[in-house]
């Protein structure tokens, strides 16, 4: 079985709308060590990632809402709790040999990754559904972490391993990252302490200590503006002090905490694991047949993925433009786009944000392959609008980071090239 040939778990498209109701803050869903700064901070919204609460707005609406916050990334320097993104430890004499059948990507030989180095990486199941699409670390020779996007990544790779073919300990450590994005965000870890912060290079690594905090320091991120993330070791006994310190140091740079930058993320066409894909999309729908080395001899999911390249898909994801009221707030439900002949459904949209810097509403959506040429007319239709509204499909990213080159996504885009690849990813560009 692959996945060409339709889902098992339908979409739901159902158009419930986004209701004002209470979340219930309990103990089933866990609380990150700076859970409780991002209340002192004056979180609004949350949701829940990872089985945490992570904060998706700050901003107040006499602040603008997110829109102030993307302001607020794209000019200055903002702070996120990002620990939501757990971090899964994979160490042993066996651990290099296990990342390698685990991901889709050559991990050994010329391709194995150095320590002190990091690479986006998919884990894909044995039909070529993408399991997670975490950014792996390798810290040590016999030690990688796995900084997972939102779903049970960790509990897959014990499944994986639970006969103990490999001499690997997998389990989650008590480790919680913070990203310091904008275009100050240098500046300011050069005052906190940081040495030779400028000339850290995209997906590389350093470990120091910082406010007297043990941390690894990538320079990645979930945003197309420069950035970097903050891995803090013993996260829940130190998580103050990392935080206070960075708040320290950002005043002179006017720091604000903010939420992660959905709207930066996909003007740079950055996919958002559980929305743009699931464990029913494969790499090849998604832009990221580049992830898949089918000349590995073994990996999880090679024969349906070899299928698949060879049968070719029936839909792709693409990037959308259209007019229309402002999108300023997360999409609660997937919109349907239309053919604008009979107006059947024929797809749906995922993400979906009003840009500033291009001017107009943007969004990725999920299309059969004959409509993914760029300026090929859609309709998608708007929750409380009675008419679809004309959109055009586009190339992606929509806007390219100066900080680094990348390839678009799904369908409607340019030949891919070597020195264009798209990372997602929690906004990793290499």
């Known amino acids: 079985m692959t996945l060409n040939n339709g889902r098992h778990t339908p979409i739901n498209l159902r158009q419930s709308g986004a209701p004002r109701i209470d979340m219930l803050v309990g103990t089933r869903i866990r609380k990150s060590p700076f859970w409780h700064k991002s209340l002192e901070h004056g979180v609004r919204v ?48 066996d651990a290099t040999a296990f990342i390698d059948y685990l991901v889709t ?12 180095k990091a690479r986006y990486v998919v884990l894909c199941n ?11 670390l390798r810290i040590a020779q016999d030690e990688y972490w796995l900084s997972i996007s939102d779903s049970d990544a960790g509990l897959w790779a014990q499944g994986v391993n639970a006969e103990g073919r490999f001499d ?29 912060v400028q000339s850290l290079k995209f997906f590389n690594l350093v470990e120091t200590t910082l406010f007297g905090c043990d941390v690894v320091i990538s320079k990645t991120g979930f945003s197309g503006e420069e950035g970097y993330e903050i891995y803090l070791r013993n996260a829940t006994r130190d998580a103050d002090a990392l935080w206070d310190g960075l708040v320290a140091a950002g005043e ?127 309709l998608v239709k708007i929750p409380g609008r009675v008419e679809p509204l004309e959109a055009r499909v586009c190339t992606t990213p929509f806007h390219e980071p100066a900080r680094g080159m990348n390839r678009p996504v799904g369908g409607g885009s340019q030949p891919a090239r070597p020195d264009r690849r798209y990372h997602r990813c929690r906004g990793k560009y290499r």
């Open 252 to 378: 002179p740079h006017s720091l604000r905490v903010i939420a992660p930058g959905h709207i930066s993320r996909l003007e740079a066409g950055i996919l958002s694991y559980g929305q743009d894909m699931d464990l029913e999309t494969s790499p090849y729908e998604v832009g990221l047949d580049w992830q898949v080395d089918l000349d590995k001899p073994h990996f999880i999911g090679k024969a349906a993925l070899t299928d698949i390249a060879r049968q070719g898909v029936s839909h792709k994801l693409v990037g959308l433009k259209f007019g229309g009221r402002q999108i300023d707030w997360y999409n609660a439900d997937f919109w349907p786009v239309l053919n604008p002949q009979t107006k059947d459904r024929i797809g749906f949209v995922t993400s979906a944000f009003f840009s500033p810097r291009i001017g107009t509403n943007i969004a990725l959506a999920r299309v059969p392959v004959s409509l993914t040429e760029p300026d090929t007319e859609v």
């Open 168 to 196: 690997v300990t997998i389990r989650e450590l008590d480790v919680a990252p913070v990203q310091i994005q904008g275009p100050d965000s240098a500046a300011l870890l050069t005052d906190a302490g940081v040495k030779d």
């Open 126 to 136: 044995r039909d070529g559904g993408i399991v997670n699409d975490p950014v792996l």
């Open 105 to 116: 990507r050559a991990m050994t030989g010329e391709k194995e990754l150095s320590p002190g």
């Open 46 to 93: 949350v949701t829940v990632y990872n089985r945490m609460y992570h904060p998706r707005l700050y901003f107040s609406p006499d602040q603008g809402g997110l829109l102030g916050e993307y302001e607020y990334l794209t000019k200055h320097v903002t702070l996120w709790n990002v620990a939501v993104e757990r971090q899964i430890l994979v160490k042993g004499p």
